[in-house]
């Protein structure tokens, strides 16, 4: 016997979330009316509002480990001079290691980091819901793109509000990376559903998916497969030493800086023409 299920708005997202904090329980897609359970109140950024100059491409990791800060840096370097906003927590951080010069801390609590022409900014402090980030730098001289590695789970960032979650809802494009496994397309089947798939590019981290398994080719939902048949899901092969070390100031492999250079085509972001045309 199957139940059916349907699908969560970001609305409902965001009230459930917005429940949670205040104490109330959800239960049935309804929010109890009780008295809710006191919380301590927490610091917020007063400035929700981020205005950059320069284009913006949110790049979403569908489940950790699945290479969005790897790909993000990847496609700064192949549009730099660019910036990466990297938003996850200092013990989350894939970039910890891939500046090759550290240029400190802002007053408004972010660490700064150059590499090449790829400036990089991660929070300093820990925060623990992605409305607590503080507001990016104000966008260097000669930054045409800032790449976003959002860095917390999706359904979590959208529901909570703030300037991430406005910045990702508003993106007219957005890049969103998975894995080539059962549970990596499950994880971005949903994910995609949240985000409006027609403005997404996927990459998705394994074999070409030419050459994916019966089963795997199986275990795509219609959204991902509505981008297979566009020509916006593309794979990248694993790399050894980036899987053994993580991301240092040692250049990128060049089957990963191909890609993003394709994803930039595919998205026509950054001065990039769309791929198709002279």
Known sequence: MTT????????ELRRAWHAVQEGRFIERGRLDRGDAVPRPARSAPDDHVWCPGEDVLPVIGCLPQSGASSLALA??????????VECSPPTASGLTAAATAELGRTSSGWSIGRRDQVRLARPSEHHLRPDELPTPEDTPV?????????????????ASGGWLSATVAAAPHVVV??????PGLRRLEGALTLLDPTRAAVVVR???PRRWPRELAAAMGPATRDRHHAGRL?????????????????????ALLTVARDVLRQLGVAGHPLKGTP
């Open 4 to 11: 059916a299920t349907r699908a969560v708005g970001i609305d």
């Open 75 to 84: 496609i700064a370097t192949q549009a730099s001079p660019a910036r990466v």
């Open 142 to 158: 000669g930054i045409a793109l800032t790449v976003l590695d959002v860095g917390w789970e999706i359904g979590h960032v959208l």
């Open 177 to 182: 990376v998975g894995t080539a496994t059962v």
């Open 206 to 208: 394994g074999p070409d």
């Open 234 to 254: 593309v794979g990248v092969s694993s790399d050894k030493r980036l899987a053994l070390r993580g991301i240092d100031s040692t250049p990128l492999p060049p």
